[in-house]
């Protein structure tokens, strides 16, 4: 079983039995975390025990990016600076209707490469062409929760079903374990009850769990209001979805009585605040549903709609919303933050022993550089992830175990190549040659 041992780092554990940051030195082996210690006390490594030297490092737990559309970053600045309808209808999916199996290959080739190298070590995807992504993420070596995204109106509602079938049989489990597939029914406002039906039905058989997007906007909720005279989130509720395990996206647009029934349910949230703010779709309260004992994940959702898949920027914006909007600098503290893109991420997502640097977890691994002038002095290292990091400062990610990232590059993954075959499939949908993209 390969050993890694990491000497001398500043370790940000997010584990309450542990202080929030201190000098140590943490051993894997095999998938797992298997000690860490607290300086003075040192690990002896053992024969055959690869050592890296991690004094000029920070390691915290790999970040979790619990939703998003991994292709769509072929789309990036491609359509911005309109609201949600507008920019799905008019722009977004016109295009996707071109899309095709090498195109989603390469996009989400493009986004894993791109979150590895920010220090996110899983990710939560939504789309079609899942094989391909899936195939991607395995290649990769990062880990995965998947599924095929799925339009309940239309002639192929009944063929995204199958495919989403097909998605779990294929793929659950696979990438030594590292890629799990869920069912995605798209939102309540693609997805009629009738169809939400079929998906429970299929979910019940397959124990799959499930991700939707819901109450984005006000005016997807008012919608609902109209044709269903209740909310979103009340009529998932009396249709049983939340019988399932749900990791629900967005959630913005939500009342009290809403919030106690995630409460209830134990629905597991994904916040994406960049997304949000950019698409005008609002902002997600978020105090409240901690208040309720909401567990939330961060996301990133599609580079179409943030334009980028950097977590630490989702840290920042939940953490300085949280303080805006309620004029309160005391709420959701460092510490947090960091939580929600990490231990909370793997709350969301249903994943066990994953997002904390502690015995027995998941070896899902970030280091970070302290050899930046924005990360000196470093009086509170938690803080510094949070409020001045960024993606670009990561050295070191390791998932599973593996290390696959070292130096700030990509061990198995060749980055020029991966970039000029998705400039080379974004030019020929966006209908622009490659010179001018
Ligand atoms: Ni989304």
């Given at each position: 079983?390969?050993?890694?041992?990491?000497?001398?780092?500043?370790?940000?554990?997010?584990?309450?039995?542990?202080?929030?940051?201190?000098?140590?030195?943490?051993?894997?082996?095999?998938?797992?975390?298997?000690?860490?210690?607290?300086?003075?006390?040192?690990?002896?490594?053992?024969?055959?025990?690869?050592?890296?030297?991690?004094?000029?490092?920070?390691?915290?737990?790999?970040?979790?990016?619990?939703?998003?559309?991994?292709?769509?970053?072929?789309?990036?600045?491609?359509?911005?600076?309109?609201?949600?309808q507008e920019w799905l209808e008019q722009k977004i999916w016109p295009v996707e209707e071109r899309l095709s199996g090498d195109d989603v290959y390469w996009g989400s080739m493009?986004?894993?490469?791109?979150?590895?190298?920010?220090?996110?070590?899983?990710?939560?995807?939504?789309?079609?062409?899942?094989?391909?992504?899936?195939?991607?993420?395995?290649?990769?070596?990062?880990?995965?929760?998947?599924?095929?995204?799925?339009?309940?109106?239309?002639?192929?509602?009944?063929?995204?079903?199958?495919?989403?079938?097909?998605?779990?049989?294929?793929?659950?489990?696979?990438?030594?374990?590292?890629?799990?597939?869920?069912?995605?029914?798209?939102?309540?406002?693609?997805?009629?009850?009738?169809?939400?039906?079929?998906?429970?039905?299929?979910?019940?058989?397959?124990?799959?769990?499930?991700?939707?997007?819901?109450?984005?906007?006000?005016?997807?909720?008012?919608?609902?209001?109209?044709?269903?005279?209740?909310?979103?989130?009340?009529?998932?509720?009396?249709?049983?979805?939340?019988?399932?395990?749900?990791?629900?996206?967005?959630?913005?647009?939500?009342?009290?009585?809403?919030?106690?029934?995630?409460?209830?349910?134990?629905?597991?949230?994904?916040?994406?605040?960049?997304?949000?703010?950019?698409?005008?779709?609002?902002?997600?309260?978020?105090?409240?549903?901690?208040?309720?004992?909401?567990?939330?994940?961060?996301?990133?959702?599609?580079?179409?709609?943030?334009?980028?898949?950097?977590?630490?920027?989702?840290?920042?914006l939940a953490a300085l919303l949280a303080k805006g909007i309620s004029g309160n600098p005391a709420l959701l503290p460092a510490g947090k933050a960091l939580e929600l893109a990490?231990?909370?991420?793997?709350?969301?997502?249903?994943?066990?022993?994953?997002?904390?640097?502690?015995?027995?977890?998941?070896?899902?691994?970030?280091?970070?550089?302290?050899?930046?002038?924005?990360?000196?002095?470093?009086h509170d290292a938690a803080a510094h992830l949070v409020y001045s990091a960024a993606a670009a400062d990561v050295r070191l990610v390791m998932v599973d175990g593996e290390l696959?990232?070292?130096?700030?590059?990509?061990?198995?993954?060749?980055?020029?190549?991966?970039?000029?075959?998705?400039?080379?499939?974004?030019?020929?949908?966006?209908?622009?040659?490659?010179?001018?993209?």
């Open positions: 079983m390969a050993k890694t041992l990491i000497t001398g780092a500043m370790i940000v554990p997010v584990d309450e039995a542990r202080p929030a940051f201190f000098h140590g030195d943490l051993l894997v082996e095999g998938s797992f975390i298997k000690k860490i210690s607290e300086y003075p006390e040192k690990i002896t490594p053992e024969e055959g025990v690869r050592v890296i030297d991690g004094s000029r490092l920070i390691l915290m737990p790999g970040l979790i990016n619990t939703h998003g559309h991994a292709a769509m970053s072929l789309f990036r600045g491609y359509a911005d600076d309109l609201p949600l493009l986004s894993i490469v791109e979150m590895i190298k920010g220090g996110t070590t899983t990710f939560a995807d939504m789309y079609f062409f899942m094989d391909r992504v899936a195939e991607a993420a395995a290649e990769c070596g990062i880990r995965a929760v998947l599924c095929r995204g799925l339009i309940g109106v239309g002639e192929n509602s009944a063929v995204a079903l199958a495919e989403g079938e097909q998605l779990y049989r294929d793929w659950h489990g696979r990438g030594a374990g590292r890629i799990t597939v869920t069912l995605g029914p798209h939102a309540p406002y693609t997805c009629p009850p009738d169809f939400l039906k079929e998906v429970m039905a299929l979910a019940q058989r397959l124990g799959a769990t499930l991700q939707i997007h819901l109450s984005e906007t006000a005016a997807e909720v008012e919608a609902n209001r109209r044709q269903h005279g209740c909310s979103p989130v009340v009529l998932l509720n009396k249709l049983g979805l939340f019988e399932h395990k749900v990791t629900a996206a967005h959630c913005v647009h939500l009342d009290d009585e809403d919030i106690a029934i995630l409460a209830q349910k134990q629905v597991r949230v994904a916040h994406n605040p960049g997304s949000n703010l950019k698409l005008g779709s609002g902002v997600a309260p978020l105090q409240k549903l901690l208040e309720a004992g909401v567990t939330v994940g961060l996301g990133t959702d599609g580079a179409a709609s943030n334009n980028n898949l950097d977590m630490f920027e989702e840290m920042r990490t231990a909370g991420g793997a709350g969301a997502l249903f994943l066990e022993k994953l997002g904390r640097l502690k015995e027995g977890y998941r070896a899902d691994i970030a280091g970070i550089s302290r050899d930046l002038p924005h990360a000196t002095p470093l696959i990232l070292e130096d700030g590059e990509l061990l198995y993954l060749d980055e020029e190549k991966i970039k000029a075959e998705a400039a080379r499939c974004a030019a020929r949908l966006l209908g622009r040659t490659e010179k001018d993209s």
